[in-house]
C-alpha cells in the first residue's frame, strides 16, 4: 500500500508523471494497461481486468441509454417537456450512447497507440536529457492531480447541486436516467484530460528544444561557444532545467536537435491517430448539447416558453447554463491544448533561419538546411477523423452553426401549432364581428 501511494504522488520519470492520470481513466475503463517493471526498466502490459471493466462497463451504460429512451425518462422532460425537448432530449440519448461506444470501442482496439506514444514521450525526455535538458515530474503530476481533483470537484458539486434540486422540488429521476445525463460528463471531460496532458507534454518538448536553440544562438552572439567548451550553463525553467552546451560541437547539438524534433512530430501524429474518433465524437456530442441547452435558456428568457414547470426560472436557466459551461470547457480545453502546441512549433523554423543566418561554419549550416527541410515536410496538426482541423478556427464554425440552428430553432417556436391556433382563433372572432355587423 505504501509503495502503491508512494507512485501515485512521487514521479521520477515520463511514466511515473503520468501514472496517476493513467490509473484514474483504467478504473473509468479507458486505458486498459498497467504500469510494470522497476524502475528503469518499466513498461506497460495490458490487462485483462481492465478490458473486463470497460466490458462492464460500457454494457452498464447502454442498459441505461436504452431503458431511459424506452421509458421515455430523462433529466430535461422533469423540467419540461414540449416537442422540440423530447426530440432533443432523444438526440442526446442516441448520440450519447453511441459516443460512449466510441470512446470504449476506441480505447480498446487502439490502445497499442497509446501505449506507443507514452513511450514515445518517454524516449524524448531521454533524447533531452543528452543535450542537457532535465524536467520536473514531480511538477509535472501535481499538475494532472489539481485537473483530476478539478474536473473530480466540479461533477460532484454540478451532480449534487442539481439533484437537491430536483429533490427539492418533490421530483426523484430514476436511476437509469440519472446515470444517462451524468455519467457520460465524466467521461468525456476525462478522456480530455488525457488529450490535454500529451499536447502539455508535446509543448513542453518544444519549449525546450526552442530554448536549446535559443540558447546556442546566444552564445553564438556572446562570441563564447568553443568546439572544447566544457562549462555549462544552468538555467532553471518552468518544469524543467537545461545545462546546455556540454562538450558538445554545434553541428552534433543541431543534429541531436533534428531527432528530438523528428520524435516529436512522429509523438503528436500518434496522439492525433488514437484520439481521432474520441475528439470527433466529444465535440459533436458537446455541440448538440450546447445548442439545446442554449435554446432551452432563450426561449425562457425571451419569454417565448409555455412550459408549466415546478422550478422557477432561476432554477431552469442555472441548470441548463451550467451543463452548457461545462461541455464548453472541454471544447476550449481541446482547441487551446491544441493550439499551443501548434504555435510553439511554428517558432521553431524562425529560430532555425536566425541561425542559418548567423552561422559560419559550412558543416553547421548544411545540418540547418537539413533541419530547416524537415520542418517543411514535418508539421503539427490535429484534426477530428480529418474533417476539421482543432485549432481557433473551430471557435468561428461552431458559432455560425450555433446560431444558425439556434435561429431555426426559435423560428420553429414561434410558428408553433400554439401561436398558430391562437391566431386562428383571433381571425375567427374577427369574423364573427364583421358578420354581426352586416346583420
Avoid at 552561422?359 to 474533417?387: P, R, W
Wanted: charged share 15%.
Amino acid at each position: 500500500m505504501g509503495k502503491f501511494y508512494k507512485e501515485m504522488f512521487s514521479a521520477s520519470d515520463a511514466y511515473g508523471a503520468e501514472q496517476s492520470l493513467l490509473f484514474f481513466t483504467y478504473l473509468l475503463g479507458l486505458t486498459p494497461f498497467r504500469l510494470k517493471g522497476p524502475l528503469g526498466g518499466r513498461h506497460f502490459r495490458l490487462s485483462r481486468l481492465g478490458y473486463l471493466n470497460a466490458l462492464i462497463q460500457m454494457s452498464f451504460f447502454s442498459y441505461c441509454f436504452l431503458s431511459a429512451l424506452i421509458e421515455q425518462q430523462s433529466i430535461v422532460n422533469y423540467f419540461f417537456k414540449s416537442e422540440i425537448s423530447q426530440v432533443g432530449d432523444s438526440l442526446q440519448k442516441f448520440i450519447g450512447m453511441t459516443g460512449m461506444c466510441i470512446l470504449f470501442t476506441c480505447s480498446a482496439i487502439r490502445v497499442r497507440l497509446l501505449i506507443k506514444l507514452c513511450d514515445l514521450v518517454y524516449h524524448i525526455d531521454d533524447k533531452l536529457l543528452e543535450i542537457g535538458v532535465c524536467f520536473n515530474y514531480n511538477r509535472i503530476m501535481q499538475l494532472r492531480h489539481v485537473k483530476l481533483l478539478l474536473i473530480c470537484s466540479v461533477q460532484v458539486a454540478y451532480l449534487a447541486s442539481s439533484l437537491c434540486m430536483l429533490l427539492w422540488n418533490n421530483v426523484r429521476p430514476i436511476y437509469t436516467a440519472t446515470v444517462a445525463f451524468y455519467v457520460p460528463q465524466i467521461f468525456l471531460l476525462s478522456c480530455v484530460l488525457l488529450f490535454e496532458a500529451f499536447l502539455h507534454r508535446c509543448w513542453q518538448h518544444l519549449k525546450v528544444l526552442n530554448e536549446v536553440l535559443k540558447n546556442l544562438a546566444h552564445q553564438w552572439d556572446s562570441r563564447s561557444l568553443k568546439a572544447t567548451q566544457k562549462q555549462r550553463s544552468l538555467q532553471c525553467l518552468d518544469s524543467f532545467s537545461m545545462y546546455t552546451i556540454v562538450t558538445k560541437d554545434p553541428a552534433e547539438i543541431i543534429q541531436e536537435s533534428m531527432e528530438i524534433h523528428h520524435l516529436i512530430c512522429e509523438a503528436a501524429a500518434t496522439a492525433n491517430k488514437y484520439f481521432t474518433y474520441q475528439l470527433l465524437t466529444i465535440i459533436s456530442i458537446a455541440f448538440l448539447i450546447i445548442v439545446f441547452d442554449a435554446y432551452y435558456v432563450l426561449e425562457t428568457l425571451l419569454g417565448k416558453s409555455k412550459r408549466e414547470s415546478k422550478f422557477k426560472t432561476v432554477e431552469f436557466v442555472t441548470f441548463f447554463s451550467c451543463q452548457m459551461i461545462l461541455y464548453l470547457i472541454a471544447i476550449i480545453s481541446i482547441v487551446e491544448g491544441s493550439n499551443r502546441a501548434i504555435k510553439k512549433s511554428e517558432k521553431t523554423g524562425g529560430i532555425v533561419h536566425a541561425l542559418l543566418n548567423k552561422t559560419k561554419s559550412v558543416e553547421v549550416k548544411e545540418k540547418l538546411q537539413q533541419f530547416s527541410m524537415q520542418l517543411m515536410h514535418l508539421k503539427i496538426n490535429f484534426t477530428a477523423a480529418g474533417l476539421f482541423n482543432i485549432d481557433r478556427t473551430l471557435y468561428f464554425t461552431i458559432s455560425g452553426a450555433l446560431t444558425t440552428y439556434l435561429i431555426i430553432l426559435l423560428q420553429f417556436t414561434s410558428n408553433s401549432p400554439s401561436n398558430n391556433s391562437h391566431l386562428y382563433s383571433c381571425c375567427e372572432a374577427l369574423n364573427n364581428i364583421t358578420a354581426n355587423h352586416t346583420l
